[in-house]
């Protein structure tokens, strides 16, 4: 698709409501509402460059979102316009075919909602997302999709309704997709994590007389967020169980076990597109294996006080603790 760019974007918003007598932390300050989301904005682009449908997703995570973009722009790729059809574009079966497996089984905090125009077209997910994202997506369509101004629109609106809110805004770059006039498409990743920042680009050109597609790169790029948090939380949880903080039948090991397999599902579906399209990267392509073993590295420095506490109370000699 011509002239196609989108970003994912990792958000927090806080809201403080000045008049707000309920929900007091600790200090006896009046607790603000914290809502958190991945957002990402998928223009459907016609041969001629026009916008045709455009959606905002949002998702609990930056994989699943990324995937389903994928899945909206392929079907808008291989069939066409999304909304108005005669047989509806099945929403649930997209939501289901990205969430099965290890995302079904691991993650009950999963959702995710699809608008479009501000209004909310499809949203799943056995998590709910906070309504107030809802009111921002609603905001930044009265505001003809100026985002920037979405923030201040929403103040307006809870001071038309007798409120007077503060809302702060915090966001940050995951992936940056861009289509260049020759139907080059070039991929940015930013993943953020506790114990390394991971960055990356990645080209992806015809291949054999076939162009590179959009909803190729963002598969392999959800492949990516997913893989890079994936090979930090396997190598983690796999450091405990080798200090036996954790059991081997405990359901945080057998966590680390199926992270482990998805993995190599996820180089399984890298290594496809990169048959698909003739890709490549900068500076180089992220190693799963290494980063398990970065964070294997990690955890024996952050288990260091538990380790440590768990020796002081006896409940592992000293004397036979071998680090």
């Not at 609990?60 to 316009?81: L, S, W, Y």
């Not at 209004?119 to 107030?132: K, L, M, Q, S």
Request: aromatic share 8%; proline share 3%.
């Amino acid at each position: 698709m011509k002239n196609f760019n989108t970003t994912l974007l990792r958000e927090k918003f806080v809201i403080r409501d000045a008049f707000a007598n309920k929900g007091k932390d600790l200090t006896g300050e009046k607790a603000p509402v914290v809502a958190m989301s991945n957002r990402m904005v998928i223009p459907l682009i016609n041969r001629d460059g026009s916008v045709h449908e455009k959606f905002v997703i949002r998702a609990q995570n930056m994989h699943t979102c990324a995937r389903m973009a994928a899945k909206i722009v392929q079907e808008f790729q291989d069939t066409g316009p999304i909304l108005n059809r005669q047989v509806p574009f099945d929403w649930e079966f997209a939501w289901l075919s990205i969430t099965k497996g290890y995302e079904k089984q691991f993650n009950p905090n999963r959702w995710i909602a699809v608008y479009n125009k501000g209004r909310v077209i499809y949203e799943a997910g056995d998590a709910e997302r906070h309504p107030f994202l809802d009111i921002i997506e609603q905001c930044d369509a009265r505001n003809q999709d100026n985002y920037e101004k979405a923030v201040s629109v929403a103040e307006d609106a809870f001071k038309q309704a007798g409120r007077l809110v503060t809302i702060e805004h915090d966001s940050n770059i995951a992936l940056v997709i861009t289509v260049e006039n020759d139907g080059e498409i070039r991929n940015g990743v930013i993943v953020r994590g506790p114990n390394r920042t991971t960055t990356f680009n990645f080209i992806a050109r015809e291949k054999r007389g076939t162009p590179a597609k959009v909803s190729q790169c963002l598969s392999a790029a959800a492949a990516f967020l997913e893989g890079i948090q994936l090979a930090f939380q396997a190598g983690f949880l796999r450091q405990k169980e080798l200090y036996e903080l954790i059991s081997p039948s405990s359901e945080e090991a057998a966590k680390a076990r199926e992270a482990g397999q998805k993995l190599g599902r996820l180089n399984g579906a890298i290594q496809q597109f990169e048959q698909l399209a003739e890709v490549s990267y900068r500076p180089e392509r992220p190693d799963f294996s290494e980063m398990m073993d970065a964070a294997k590295d990690f955890a024996k420095t952050a288990l260091a006080d538990e380790i440590q506490r768990r020796v002081e109370s006896g409940d592992i000699d000293k004397n036979e603790w071998v680090t």
